[in-house]
C-alpha cells in the first residue's frame, strides 16, 4: 500500500532591523533574540579591522567567548580559499550549531559569513552589521549569500537569512567618497523599481544627503530596507518579483567582471541602470525625460554614466554567464515609469549590444 506524509518545506521566520548611534546596545539586542550560543566568531576584513573591531568585540555579551576572524580586504578575496580557511577557525575555535558568526564590514563581509554560516555544519546563525552604505541599504537585507567563483560573480551561494541586522549610524562618518557613492548606486534603484517618492525625496534632498546628515541618511536607508523586505517577503528565494532588484546588475555584473573588479559595485550598478533605462526609451516603456533624470542622479551622486574602453561583444559574453540567464535567455530588469520595474526576458542580444555601446565611451548612441 502506498503511503504519503507531506513534509513543510518552509517556516515563518522574521527578524529585526537596528538602527542605532553606536555599538552599545547590541549586547541588550542580542539577548532579545533568545540565543543559546556559548561562543561569538566576529568576521570582518583586514580595513574594518582596524577602525571597528575592537568597539564591536566590547560591546558583546561579557559572558560569552569571543573571537576574531580577519581576512584580507578587497573583492578578490570574496571565495571559497577565504571560507575554507573560516571553516577550519571555526572547527579549531570548536564552534557548534549553536554558536554565532557576526559578519562585521560591506557586502563582502557580508556575502562570505553568510555563505560560510548557511553551510558550517549545514547551517548556524549569523548576525549582519553592515559597515559600508551600500551594505546598509541592500546586501544585509534577504538572505542572499555567497562567493565569487574565479572570474564568475557570486556563482557559489544560498539564502541563508540572519537572526539580526544592526547597523551603527556613526560608521558612515568614515565612508570615503567613493564607497558613499558606491551604496547611492544601490540607494537610486531602489527608488528607480518600486519607490518613486523615495527618488523624487533623493532628487529633492541631496544637499542633506551629500552633506551626510544622519537624519536624511537614517530615513533613506530605512526606505530602501521597507522596499527590499517587502520585495524579500513576497518572493525569498527570487522565483518572480524579487528579480527587480537587480536593475542594472546584468550589465552591472559584466562590466565588473571585465575590468576585473576594479570598478566599485555600486558605480557598475549605476552604469548598467543607464543601460537599462536607455533600453527602456528605445521600447517605448519610459521617457527621454526620465532618462535624462536618470543620469542627472547619477552625477549627483557620484556615479558614472559612461565607461572607458568597453569591448560590446565582451560585455555581451559575460552576460551569459550571469545568474539570471534561463533558457538561454538573460532575464533583463526594464522600467516603464520612475519607480516601477518590469522583468523581461525578450531582450535580443542586438538590444543588449546597442545598450552596452550607449553606456560606453567608444560610440555616441545619444
Known sequence: MEEVLRVTREHAFDYPIIWAENFDSLADHMADLHLACTKICVVTDSHVEKLYAESLLAALPKNIQ?????????????????????????????????????ALGGGVTGDLTGYAAATYLRGIDFIQVPTTLLAQVDSSVGGKTGVDFRQFKNMIGAFHQPRMVYMNMAVLSTLDDTLFSCGMGEVLKTGLIQNAALYRW???????????????????IRECCKVKSGVVERDPKEKGERAILNLGHTIGHAVEKLMDFSMPHGHCVGVGTVAAAWLSVQRGLLSQKDLAWIKEMNT????????????????????????????????????DAVGHAVIDDTVTDDELLAAIHYISRRKNYE
Open 66 to 102: 569571543t573571537d576574531l576572524f580577519v581576512f584580507p580586504a578587497g573583492e578578490e578575496n570574496k571565495n571559497l580559499d577565504t571560507v575554507n580557511e573560516l571553516y577550519y577557525f571555526l572547527i579549531e575555535k570548536r564552534y557548534s550549531r549553536k554558536d554565532i558568526l557576526v
Open 202 to 220: 533623493l532628487d529633492k534632498q541631496r544637499n542633506d544627503i551629500l552633506s551626510r546628515q544622519t537624519e536624511a541618511l537614517t530615513y533613506m
Open 300 to 335: 549627483v551622486y557620484g556615479l558614472p554614466n559612461q565607461v572607458d574602453g568597453l569591448s560590446a561583444e565582451k560585455v555581451l559574453e559575460a552576460t551569459k554567464s550571469d545568474k539570471k540567464v534561463a533558457g538561454g535567455r538573460v532575464r533583463f530588469i526594464l522600467l
